[in-house]
Structures are given as C-alpha cells and as structure tokens.
C-alpha cells in the first residue's frame, strides 16, 4: 500500500494536464473538433478547457488509440476527462444550483419526480374530467394542458437560456454569424464528431472496433424527437391559427411528424441503452452513468406512451396512457436544465462557437 | 501445447502483424506470439505517426509525387551510402502497394494537416497514431482466425541445421512451453531496451540514454540467432538517438517528449558550453543528430535556452521549460554553474548581427567570430523571461540486425535457414545502415512483413 499524500486535481486540472500531452503528440487530429480546436492554443485557460469538453462527442476514438493509457504512467483518458469537465460545466452553469447535481447524478431523483408527476395527472384527470371535449380533451381540458405546461416548456428554457450565456462568456465567444449557425447546424444534424474523422464510426460498444451503431442510435433518437417536436408545433399553429383542434387525422402533419418521430425514438433509445450496457463506464463520466441512462429512459417512455395513447385511441385505455404519458412529457420538459437533455443545446453551442473561433484562427 | 502451427510470428508489432495477416490470408493457421501484455501489444509501431510512401501520382492522403529515385537519393543522404542497394529499392518500389493495402486491412490515414505540411508529400500519417494501426491489425488477424497471444515471452528459437523445430515460450511467466510450428516469422524488433546491451556497445554512458519506446523489446530473438549463428548485418556499437526532453520516463516516452526548440535556442553542455551549431539546417533534416551529439558530452545532458522572443516558435513539449527572469538564475535552476553560462551567452550574444529572421526557412542570420558558429536564427538571448529543458539521448532505434535476402528469408553461413524468416527492425539494418528516415522503419516493416508472410505460407501450403 502507498501513502499518495498529492492532492487529487480537479477535473479541470486534470482535463488541463492531459490536454497539454495530447497538444505535444497530436496524433488524434482528424477524429473529431476537439483536436483542431486544441491546436490553437499552447496554455489552456479553464474557460478553453469548458470549450473544448463541449466540443467531445466521446466518440472514444482518442482513447483506443492512445498509446499512454493507463498503465502507462500519463494515464491518459481524454473521453473521461474532458466529460467530467463537461458535466461539471452544465451543473456549475445550471440555475438552481441544487437540482442540478441531483437530477444529472442520479437515476433515482428523476424517477421520484416522475413518480409524483404521475400522481398529479391522474388525480386532475380523474378530478376535473370535463364534461365535453373530443379526443384528449375530452379528459383533460385543453386550457388545463395549455396552463400546465406552457410554463412547465418555457421556463427551463429561459434558465437554459440563461446558462447559455453564462457558458459563451466563459468560452470567449464571438459574434454569432449566420454561417456559424449553419455549420453548427451541418455538424450536429450528420453527427460529424461520431464518424471518426475517418467515416467508419465511433468507438463505443465493441471496444476499438468502429461502428456507426451509436451514431445511427442517436440520430434515430435526435430526429425522432426533433420531428415530435414539429409534430406538437405543427397541432399548436392549428389549433390557435387555423382553429382546428385536435384529434388529427394520420395525414395532418401532427401525425405525419408524430408518428415517424415516436417510432424513431423507441427504436433510438432502446438501442442506445443496449449500446450503453455493452460500453466501458470508465471512459465517461462515472458517476453520472445512473442519471443518463434514466434520461434515456425517460425519452424512450415519452415516445413509447405517445405512441401507445395514438394506438388506444377509443379504448379504456386512453385515460391512464394519457396520465403516463403527459406525466413522462412534464418530468422531460422540467428537467431540461439539469438533465442529459442539457447536452444538446449545449454542444450546437460550442459547435457555433467553434465555427466562430475557426475563422479568427 | 502440442498443436502445430503453419506458422508462429514472433512480436506483436507492425512487422509481425503485416507479415501473420498476410499468411493466414492464404489459409495458414498462424498464431502470434508477442511478448507484451495486452494493454502494451504493438511494440514500438503504437508509438510511430507515419509510414514513408513512394507514388508516381497523387494518393490520398499524399500530395504530388515522389518517385523511386527521390526517395532512394533521401535514404543514401541520411546512410551516407551505408544501404544494400537491391533491398532499399525493393523497399521504396513496394512501398506504394503497401498504402491501399494498409487501408484495406483497417489502417487509416490523417488528411494533411497542420504541423505536418511539409511531410505531406512523403509521409502518410496514420490517423491516431500507430496504435490505432496496430489495433486495425488485431482486429483483422483476430477475424481472420490468428491466435493471438500476449504476455508470449520467445527465449529460444530452436535452430536445428537449417530448419527451426520449435519455439521455447515463456507465456505470462509461466515455466516455458515449446510451441511448434512448419515455418517462423522473427519480427522481434530491436534490442535498444536492453540498456546493458547498450552499454556493452556504446559504453557506460549508454546507461544514461532513456528509451523512447517499448521497454519489451530486448533483443533477446535477434541474440538467440545471433548466438545460433546466423548472419547478421549493421554496426552493433550504434543506435539512433534523437535528443529528447531530459525528464522523460525511462522507457515509452515516445513521440511527446521530443523537443524542437534547438533551432531556437542555444545549447549548451554541463560545464556551461556550446558544442555544435545550433542553428546548422532546418529542424526536421537535423533532429536525427543531436541525439548522438548529447551523448558525447559530459553526462550526455545537455540544455537548451531559448529567451521570450522565441518561446512560441516549436511545438508544445510535454513538460514546462524552466523559467527564469536572468540568465544566472535559470543556470542555477537548471543546476548549472551561473557564471559559466552567463559568459557563454554574453559571448553568443556580442556574436549575434542585425538581419531578418525568418523562423521557418533558413535565414542566414548567423554569428560572427565564434570558434562554434550558430549559422541561422542566430538571435540574441536578451529578452526576459527565459527559458531552459534539459536534453538527453533518446533511443529509437538498433542497427544490428539479422542479415536478409529479398524474400526476407533468414541466412547462415551454410546457406538459407529453410524455414525461417525475418522483418521489421529486427533486419532493418540491411537497409538503414546508419542515419533514419522518418518513416522509413514503418516502410521496412509493411514491406518485408508482407514478403516474410507471404513467403513462409508459400513454404508450407
Ligand atoms: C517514439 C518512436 C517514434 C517512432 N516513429 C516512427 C514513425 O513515425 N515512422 C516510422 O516509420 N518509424 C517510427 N519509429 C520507428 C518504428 O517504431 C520501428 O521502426 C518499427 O515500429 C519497427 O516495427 P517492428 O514490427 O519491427 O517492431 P516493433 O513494433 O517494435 O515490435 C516488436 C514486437 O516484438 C515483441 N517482442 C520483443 N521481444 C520479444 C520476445 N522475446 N518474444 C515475443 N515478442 C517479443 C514486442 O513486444 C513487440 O510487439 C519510431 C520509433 C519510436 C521509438
Ligand atoms: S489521446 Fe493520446 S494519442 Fe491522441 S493526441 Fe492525445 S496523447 Fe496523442
Ligand atoms: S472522445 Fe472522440 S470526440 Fe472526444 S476528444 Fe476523443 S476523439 Fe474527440
């Protein structure tokens, strides 16, 4: 047994010791953003170390081929090290502090909110069951639904909003350009940073073997919810401009949207669980493992129920699918800020503001 | 174990790989033997970054052309003529082959790049570096049906006339087992882990020189043989040693702890005093001397200093330079004596002339009336802060060698060893004689691995 009485480092300081080998080396240029954008430094501000950890895909690619991972005495683990400053990032930037860490840690927290969100939609179902109404209106009103969750969406967004802000000061970005926007936009909606620089993949499920499997997986689950999400956009624009309210028939584009984006969801998420089972936890952030994997659960259950509650239509079954349903949709909605589902608006970020600081070179 | 094998490959490198690929590709039962534990396999290959490519057109990722004769005249320039001839262009002419074949079994390749524009004609660089190559090789040799075992320590290749029976492995340190097999690839690298080895060729001093790769690769295949009789080839007493930075692990440092500031800089010895021109030609055609010029000075240390102006004009080093506001103290943090190193550069500095300096081609800006010119980028170390690294010799590569014909096959005085064959370092010094390459060791390595695989399937199909 040895006494190792030097302090730990921070996952900063050690992110920074660990990026500055990789700067001498360099070998890993052309996997992904990460390594062009390192280049442009030689001494690594915590702000270029945020920027840089928002940029990783953990694609794994410069883990396998690192020829100083652990035993050897530098001990590399880029994937983990730059995802534990990524975590820290959105917990640190994230508003309220104390739910932050809850919900990104663990698993348990977010099932616990679920389960009283649950409750909720139940009882106002069974409460204030209007009178009228066709569809899902006719168990919960529609100005109920509207006043639940117009804040329940668009408050975590102004806090992320808020903590976007906080994260471009911190990274020094510049003035966002419209060419910026697009390229971020080209990056993340081909998952550039999953396809090894090489377009064989990433490494994830099968050790360093390349496969497009996570990639697929994740669009599948990205454009799923990107199209659900037009799916709701489009049934709002007619229901208040057009005035037609829902249920909608398949050919309407709430369905046309909603029903292609849910399966994509079901089949993305389960596959990405699959996927995340069989990958090494310990070129991730570890102790977030719990509360990601209970992210994607809760997308896959959002999507499953949606898709469920279209299938019942008519049966006994609409009024307890419906409950689920809306109760997974308000936990997703709620834990926007402090949940995996963070990760996204926080990655088109650092993708726009690569764009930016590509260009200043 | 009593199976016997078509073939048994010994190492785990780039060589041995290329060459049991090959050979299982024909329907051989082959089975790799390497020395190293898993998480360390591919000796030295997992440290490269490039492979030297001749093509008479563009090939991506290289740019232009770089014909036979180019490529031979860059390899008798670094051997100073010291190359057998008819396997130097054997190695250059195939070399172009070995690109789409690398990329058919797995290997990927950067676009050009950044710091590395001025190679992009010569040199493919492996995208990851050279164990993301050695892990696309695994893989193949794993689904092409290879057994694969690590921690397989050959101390004897048992040499009966000119046939080899059996291998003796010691296999993660149990007692050694025989493994027998019809035809044997020795793909073993060089020696230069074995520091008493070293130091029995080079002197005491060897033992102060760090090793920048593998500590697994200790020549003890290519002494067996050479115990055994068979030919052999390259200067025992020599070594390549590049200078590298001085608080560098012992062994497997490899590619970050290389130190492009000497241009830059002045270096001086451990009594405070120049010993070469610093400034003599562009980094890239002189980092392969001042390995050997450390070595001859006192300790083999030797330390170089470089002032504000030029801090940002080399890559990053893995370790921060040592800073200091005069040049006396940074002598002392350095552990040198202040007064010494404060007259030589007093003196440098009186020496240096007003001129343009250009950092990337060679400007002319030399000293005058020094007894040790600095003949570009001759600057005066005169702004604070400044900065030192300590130099030492770090060890890539061994010349001496097993002597090969063009089909790689091992020779004895009596004539070929039927059934034995050789690539990668542990015969490279048929080709390189003295000097290096740079990416001419992944050239030798694909080519005769690939002859040496093919070669010894032919033998026992
Ligand atoms: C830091 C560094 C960077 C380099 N960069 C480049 C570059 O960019 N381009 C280039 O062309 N060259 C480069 N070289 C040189 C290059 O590494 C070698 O020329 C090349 O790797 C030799 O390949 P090989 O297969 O012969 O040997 P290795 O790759 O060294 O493989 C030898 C194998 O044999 C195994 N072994 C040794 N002894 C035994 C035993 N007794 N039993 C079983 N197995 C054993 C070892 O474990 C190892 O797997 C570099 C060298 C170093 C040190
Ligand atoms: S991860 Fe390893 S191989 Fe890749 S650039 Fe960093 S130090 Fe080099
Ligand atoms: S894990 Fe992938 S995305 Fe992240 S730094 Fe390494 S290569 Fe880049």
């Known amino acids: ?361 | 174990m009593t199976e016997i094998y078509d073939i048994a490959v010994v190492g785990g490198g780039n060589a041995a790989l290329c060459a049991a690929i090959t050979a299982a590709k024909t329907g051989a039962r082959v089975i790799i033997l390497e020395g190293a534990p898993e998480p360390y396999r591919g000796g030295n290959s997992r440290h490269t970054r490039n492979f030297r490519c001749m093509h008479r057109g563009p090939m991506s990722p290289l740019t232009g052309t770089y014909e036979e004769e180019e490529y031979f005249h860059d390899l008798m320039l670094v051997t100073k003529g010291k190359t057998d001839e008819h396997l130097a262009r054997l190695a250059i002419r195939t070399s172009e082959e070995c690109l789409p074949w690398m990329q058919e079994h797995g290997v990927r390749f950067q676009p050009s790049l950044s710091g590395t524009l001025s190679l992009s004609r010569t040199n493919a660089f492996f995208l990851g570096g050279g164990k993301a190559l050695v892990n696309a090789y695994y893989n193949t040799a794993a689904d092409l049906g290879i057994e694969i075992v690590y921690q397989a320590q050959v101390r004897h290749v048992h040499r009966d006339g000119q046939r080899i029976t059996h291998l003796e492995v010691q296999i993660a340190g149990a007692p050694a087992t025989r493994i027998e097999a019809r035809a044997f690839v020795l793909a073993s690298g060089g020696f230069q882990a074995d520091i008493d080895w070293l130091a029995r060729a080079w002197g005491p001093s060897a033992r102060n020189f760090l090793i920048r790769g593998t500590p697994y690769n200790r020549g003890v295949v290519l002494k067996d043989m050479l115990d055994q009789g068979a030919d052999s080839v390259g200067d025992p007493t020599q070594c390549h040693a590049v200078a590298i930075d001085g608080r560098a692990p012992k062994y497997d440092g490899g590619i970050v702890t290389r130190l492009d500031c000497v241009p830059f800089s002045i270096v001086v010895n451990r009594d405070g005093q120049r010993f070469y021109d610093e400034g003599e030609d562009t980094w890239p055609k002189r980092y392969a001397i001042w390995g050997r010029l450390v070595a001859a000075q006192p300790d083999q240390v030797g330390y170089a200093l470089i002032d504000a102006k030029s801090i940002d004009l080399f890559m990053p080093s893995v370790f921060p330079p040592i800073v200091a506001d005069t040049i006396p103290e940074l002598a002392a943090k350095l552990g040198l004596d202040p007064a010494a190193v404060a007259a030589t550069v007093q003196q440098f500095n009186s020496a240096c002339r007003p001129g343009p300096f250009h950092p990337t081609e060679l400007d002319g800006l030399a000293t005058e009336g020094l007894e040790i010119a600095k003949t570009n980028w001759a600057r005066p170390l005169d702004t604070p802060p400044f900065y030192g690294y300590q130099l030492r010799p770090g060890v890539t590569f061994t010349y001496l060698g097993l002597k090969v014909s063009d089909s790689a096959q091992v020779h004895s005085p009596e004539g070929p060893i039927t059934n034995l064959w050789a690539a990668g370092e542990i015969m490279a010094g048929s080709i390189l004689g003295q000097g290096y390459l740079a990416g001419f060791g992944m050239t030798i390595g694909t080519v005769f691995g690939r002859i040496a695989g093919k070669e010894a399937a032919a033998h026992v199909a």
């Not at chain 1, 994937?79 to 400053?85: D, R």
């Not at chain 1, 099932?111 to 069974?126: E, M, P, R, S």
């Not at chain 1, 499997?213 to 669009?219: P, S, V, Y």
């Not at chain 1, 079901?266 to 699959?274: D, S």
């Open chain 1, 1 to 361: 047994m040895s006494l190792d009485l030097a302090p730990a480092l921070s996952a900063t300081e050690e992110a920074r010791r660990q990026i500055e080998i990789c700067n001498a080396c360099r070998y890993c240029e052309g996997f992904c953003s990460v390594f062009p954008a390192m280049t442009r430094n030689k001494a690594f501000a915590d702000g270029d170390l945020t920027h840089l950890a928002n940029l990783c895909h953990n694609c794994r690619g410069c883990h396998y081929a690192c020829q100083y991972t652990p035993p050897h005495e530098f001990a590399l683990n880029i994937p983990a090290a730059l995802a534990e400053v990524r975590h820290e990032s959105w917990e640190r930037l994230a508003r309220p502090q104390a739910l932050s860490k809850l919900f990104q840690e663990r698993g348990v927290a977010m099932a616990g909110l679920l389960t009283v969100a649950l409750a909720l939609f139940f009882w106002l179902i069974a409460a204030f069951r209007p009178a009228g109404g066709e569809g899902f209106y006719a168990y919960m009103a529609h100005n109920l639904m509207v006043a639940i969750f117009a804040p329940a969406f668009i408050l975590p967004l102004a806090l992320i909003a808020l903590s976007l802000r906080d994260y471009w000061r911190e990274v020094g970005g510049g003035r966002v350009r419209l060419r910026h926007l697009a390229q971020a936009g080209r990056m993340a909606g081909r998952m550039r940073n999953l396809d090894g620089g090489h377009g064989d993949g990433c490494n994830f499920e099968d050790g360093d073997r390349f496969s497009h499997r996570r990639r697929i997986a994740h669009q599948l689950v990205m454009w799923g919810f990107l199209a659900s999400f037009a799916a709701t956009s489009s049934g709002t624009v007619l229901h208040y401009v057009f005035d037609w309210p829902a249920p909608y028939p398949i050919w309407a584009p709430p369905k046309l949207f909603g029903v292609p984006g849910g399966i994509a969801m079901v089949i993305g998420t389960g596959w990405l669980v699959a996927l995340k089972l069989r990958a090494d936890p310990n070129l991730g952030a570890r102790r977030v493992w719990g509360g990601e994997m209970a992210f994607v659960l809760l997308l896959g259950a959002v999507a499953a129920t949606g898709l469920a509650l279209w299938l019942a239509t008519g049966t006994a079954a609409v009024a307890p699918l419906l409950a689920v349903h809306l109760a997974t949709v308000m936990t997703l909605f709620l834990l926007m800020p402090f949940s995996k589902m963070v990760h996204g608006f926080f990655r088109f970020t650092a993708l726009v503001a690569e764009a930016g600081k590509q260009e200043k070179g």
